[in-house]
């Protein structure tokens, strides 16, 4: 993925393992491990009673089985240190959410700060360079490497770092570098050299037998990751992941007494809080809650799944309608031996892209006045679009430079 060296084959393994691991089993974080104890199961009963229509942008109380509205989350939040607000990445409904909660809190009380797991480690100055107006967005995008490094739409993730800037807030970087994450879930732990492993926590806790099984069912499930991966490289590379971000917020709660932090992170990352919030609370001895954004076609399959005997999966669910987006409908990448254009890696079948003609293997160049020169600038140039609107993208096929019109539709 950072290695350009590595083969095409290798990059398409760890985008798929990262995926799964941060979604979760069966390509959702939202999937909760079975059990069949009672004490936790009051929610889902309730639950059952209700409707899609009636939970949507509904926010439910886990832990009194109670539907709550906005301004109630927030009063049961008060005081509260670490606030985690799980995602599933590729919705901006969630992230439209998060920064109400961010926004939220603030008003509750400004000695706030937010945690981003979009963000690595050794890009934090660049961050900090941004949020004190030192360099503009797109240097801090080129510098953090963020398209190469998380690559989800920028624009969703925007609104909360400019609501940052514009009211002096902490933005904190919680990833581990990618670098090491990729060398452990190929050859564990021990592959690190000396200087990398104090890059980490000392502490990286591979003995909780909970969250083992929940990692060990993502692997076993899924044939392409169990066939070519060792299970314990696989799982040492998450407890890299939860205690590299777990110590970070530890770090800033320790340092700051009296400080709140929200935590934007993945849902497979907080799901019954063996994850991040369990170790960096047991770091900082501060208490937490967890938010998980759920979208409601997860809801029967919630449901119909027991809770963790231990733990509720989370303090609150927030429940949101999966929309539909304007788009081309193509996968792509930046070829690594180019400085313009975006590579299309696959053209999905019936997208208004395959009926303008592009191709695998096409370099989109611009679109309508717009140069194209990675992910953001493309979905730049369609963010405001209608379904039906229609584009003219330049783009190039094999040595060859054409234009093509295309018109864009709802894609799921």
């Known amino acids: 993925m950072i290695d350009s060296l590595r083969s095409l084959q290798e990059k398409l393994l760890l985008v798929l393992v990262f995926s799964l691991i941060l979604y979760g089993c069966n390509n959702s974080a939202e999937t909760i491990p079975t059990s069949t104890t009672e004490s936790h199961t009051k929610w889902q009963s309730v639950l059952k ?144 050299a000396a200087e990398e492993r104090t890059t980490l926590p000392e502490e990286i806790d591979t003995t909780n037998t909970r969250h083992r099984a929940y990692i060990r069912e993502v692997f076993d499930t899924n044939p392409m990751i169990n066939q070519r991966l060792n299970f314990e490289n696989f799982y040492e590379a998450q407890c890299v992941w939860e205690d590299g971000m777990a110590d970070c917020i530890a770090r800033y709660l320790k340092e700051n007494p009296g400080n709140r932090l929200v935590v934007t992170v993945g849902s497979g990352h907080i799901v019954y809080g063996f994850g991040i919030p369990q170790r960096a609370a047991k770091r900082s001895g501060k208490s937490y809650r967890s938010i998980m954004m759920l979208a409601l076609d997860r809801i029967p399959t919630i449901i119909s799944e027991a809770t963790d005997g231990a733990n509720l999966p989370a303090h609150y669910f927030w429940f949101t309608r999966t929309p539909k987006r304007a788009m081309l409908g193509i996968e792509t990448d930046k070829p690594q031996e180019q400085d313009k254009g975006i590579i299309i890696t696959r053209v999905i079948p019936g997208s208004p892209a395959e009926k303008a003609g592009l191709k695998q293997n096409d370099i989109i160049l611009k679109v309508n006045d717009t140069d194209i020169n990675d992910i953001t600038d493309l979905r730049l140039s369609l963010k405001d679009k209608k379904p039906g609107a229609e584009v003219t993208i330049r783009f190039q096929r094999d040595s060859e430079v054409l234009s093509t019109k295309a018109r864009l539709a709802f894609l799921e």
């Open 49 to 192: 009673n209700y409707t899609s229509t009636e939970l949507e942008n509904k926010i439910f109380n886990l832990e009194t089985a109670t539907l709550i509205d906005f301004d109630t989350l927030i009063k049961e939040l008060k005081d509260i240190p670490a606030i985690y607000v799980g995602e599933t990445y590729q919705l901006e409904a969630h992230h439209k959410a998060q920064a109400e909660v961010l926004q939220a809190i603030y008003n509750q009380s400004p000695s706030v700060a937010l945690g981003m797991e979009m963000f690595q480690q050794p890009y934090q100055k660049y961050l900090d360079e941004y949020l004190t107006g030192k360099i503009t967005e797109r240097m801090m995008l080129e510098k953090t490497e963020y398209t190469k490094r998380w690559g989800f739409d920028w624009l969703m993730y925007r609104p909360l770092v400019n609501f940052a800037r514009e009211n002096g807030l902490k933005v904190i970087a919680l990833n581990v570098p990618a670098e090491i994450s990729e060398k452990v879930i190929l050859n564990g732990l021990k592959s690190l």
